[in-house]
């Protein structure tokens, strides 16, 4: 009498029983552990840690060599939060300009803040072609408006790297001649008090 017949390789059993595996092959348990590394790699939060959909920096094209590591205090952007674009993209409908979120590789200070979303900023990118593209920071992420994918790899992508590279030189810029000024106050009010104590000890009572 035949019995049941079943196709294609039988599951590794964990149980007992003739045939049966009590441990999975090393080869197929590390391949189950980096499968659950990269899952976890690909979430990316606004902490820092993890948030679903971010295309992140070390995503490199095929053949492109890894760059140097960055300051890890410098402010970037380290990829598109793709999951926030318009769910439109890529059919009849897609949008000629819309806002493409990006995710910033630390929280961004007040004064950055203030420098980011200028009139200074927003002339410069018109200057540079895009014309109308407005940045705007919100927590971790960068809300570049009035944009699209195709415009930010044709060349604004870079044109906002260079932006913020010169919003972090300005302020430290900024940083370095606030504290010389300060330094120099202190100099001027140390040489003053000690100019009175010295007045103050020539002073006799006899």
């Known amino acids: 009498m035949p019995g049941n017949e079943t196709h294609g390789p039988a599951a590794p059993g964990r149980g007992g029983g003739q045939g049966a595996l009590t441990t999975l092959p090393e080869d197929v ?3 189950v552990a980096e499968r659950e590394d990269d899952a976890a790699a690909r979430d990316w939060d ?6 679903r959909g971010h295309v992140g920096e070390n995503a490199h094209a095929p053949g492109h060599d890894p760059e140097q590591p960055p300051d890890p205090d410098a402010l970037r952007l380290t990829g598109v939060l793709a999951t926030a674009l318009p769910p439109e993209l890529g059919t009849a409908r897609e ?4 806002t493409v979120p990006a995710v910033f590789s630390r929280r961004v200070t007040r004064e950055e803040q ?4 200028s009139d200074d900023v927003r002339r410069r990118l018109a200057g540079a072609g895009y014309e109308g ?6 927590d971790r992420r ?13 060349g604004l992508a870079r044109e906002i790297a260079g932006v913020l ?10 940083h370095d001649r606030l504290a010389a000024e300060v330094a120099d106050l202190q ?4 040489r003053r008090a000690g100019a009175v104590l010295v007045e103050a000890d020539e002073i006799r009572f006899e």
Do not use: K
């Open 142 to 154: 960068l809300l570049i408006g009035h944009t699209s994918l195709a415009a930010l790899r044709s």
């Open 29 to 31: 348990e590390r391949s």
């Open 187 to 190: 100099r001027e009010e140390d």
């Open 165 to 174: 590279r010169d919003v972090s030189r300005d302020l430290v810029a900024e």
């Open 46 to 51: 606004n902490e820092g840690g993890h948030e």
């Open 133 to 138: 593209v407005e940045l705007t920071v919100s």
């Open 95 to 98: 949008p000629v300009a819309y």
């Open 114 to 117: 203030d420098a980011i979303e």
